[in-house]
């Protein structure tokens, strides 16, 4: 008996560590295996527009050839204020650095962006541009005059 019960052990043990042959079954399965993927560069970039006005209140605005100190520096204790939450003049943070601004963007273009910024995200291509370059942050509607905008355009022109 001893032997046949043996026999019997090793047989199984022989049959049980065989080659198996793998069902698959449909269902969840996962791959452990690294596949490379490559990044798409996409064309991203927020485009400079000097033409564009953007969308707001505020169609033509005028710089003299002089920067008016006393606007600027009514402009610069607004920005102090409120706008180096999210804006530097030479680094970007939550929002695009200010330094060089109007060789990118119309004076309108800026001062409906402060004046008009939830319009300028619903329909400006630039300011929804920089939207998704910005991880979606928002910029908040500050609800400044017309008058407190063109101090803040004045005083860019400084940085």
Not at 86 to 91: P, R, S, V
Not at 115 to 123: A, F, S, T, V
């Given at each position: 008996?001893?032997?046949?019960l043996t026999v019997?052990v090793?047989?199984?043990?022989i049959i049980?560590?065989?080659?198996?042959k793998e069902?698959?079954?449909?269902?969840?399965?996962m791959n452990?295996?690294?596949?490379?993927?490559?990044?798409e560069?996409?064309s991203?970039e927020v485009?400079i527009?000097?033409?564009?006005?953007?969308?707001?209140p505020?169609t033509?605005v005028?710089?003299?050839?002089?920067?008016?100190t006393?606007?600027?520096a009514k402009g610069e204790?607004i920005y102090?204020?409120?706008?180096?939450?999210?804006?530097?003049?030479?680094?970007?943070?939550?929002?695009?650095a200010m330094?060089?601004?109007?060789d990118?963007?119309?004076?309108?273009w800026?001062?409906?962006?402060?004046?008009?910024?939830?319009?300028?995200?619903?329909?400006?291509p630039?300011?929804?541009?920089l939207?998704k370059?910005?991880?979606?942050s928002?910029?908040?509607?500050?609800?400044?005059?017309?008058?407190?905008?063109?101090?803040i355009?004045e005083?860019?022109?400084t940085l």
């Amino acid at each position: 008996m001893k032997k046949i019960l043996t026999v019997l052990v090793v047989g199984s043990l022989i049959i049980g560590c065989g080659e198996k042959k793998e069902e698959k079954k449909g269902g969840f399965e996962m791959n452990r295996t690294k596949k490379e993927v490559k990044a798409e560069k996409t064309s991203g970039e927020v485009p400079i527009d000097l033409n564009n006005k953007g969308v707001g209140p505020i169609t033509s605005v005028e710089f003299g050839t002089e920067i008016d100190t006393e606007l600027a520096a009514k402009g610069e204790k607004i920005y102090s204020t409120i706008c180096v939450a999210c804006h530097m003049a030479e680094q970007r943070m939550i929002g695009p650095a200010m330094k060089g601004l109007y060789d990118k963007r119309s004076p309108e273009w800026v001062m409906n962006m402060i004046l008009n910024p939830d319009g300028m995200l619903k329909e400006d291509p630039i300011a929804k541009a920089l939207l998704k370059e910005y991880n979606n942050s928002i910029m908040l509607n500050q609800n400044l005059s017309k008058d407190d905008a063109r101090a803040i355009a004045e005083y860019l022109r400084t940085l």
